[in-house]
């Protein structure tokens, strides 16, 4: 069992910045897909970046690509999200996600979310 606990979010004026933290539990971290998801207020869950297990391995929906930045540190079973020139449309909830092997991007757990809202 993995537990993920995110923190960092906010509230931030549009063109600001904040970066997100995903602390996960147990011995295995490093084996683990690690990715964030969004859900704004009456929309689907959506996709935001997945980093994999070699770090040189990342992914981002195109809204968010050129902004956001995910990264890891399997020493501190830890992962980022760096967001820069935050919108009003990046307003949402933020989940962390862990994808235990083998990678199938149907992920196993999940945190419980941080607030992020950006102010026009």
């Known amino acids: 069992q993995v537990q993920l606990v995110e923190s960092g979010g906010g509230l931030v004026q549009a063109g600001g910045s904040l970066r997100l933290s995903c602390a996960a539990s147990?011995?295995?971290?490093?084996?683990?897909?690690m990715g964030w998801f969004r859900q704004a207020p009456g929309k689907e869950r959506e996709f935001v970046a997945v980093?994999?297990?070699?770090?040189?391995?990342?992914r981002y929906a195109d809204s968010v690509k050129g902004r956001f930045t995910i990264s890891r540190d399997n020493a501190k079973n830890t992962v980022y999200l760096q967001m820069n020139s935050l919108k009003p449309e990046d307003t949402a909830v933020y989940y962390c996600?862990?994808?235990?092997?083998?990678?199938?991007?149907?992920?196993?757990?999940w945190g419980q979310g941080t607030q992020v809202t950006v102010s026009s």
């Open positions: 147990g011995r295995t971290f490093s084996n683990y897909a």
């Open positions: 996600a862990a994808d235990s092997p083998p990678i199938d991007f149907k992920y196993d757990y």
């Open positions: 980093i994999m297990r070699n770090v040189a391995i990342t």
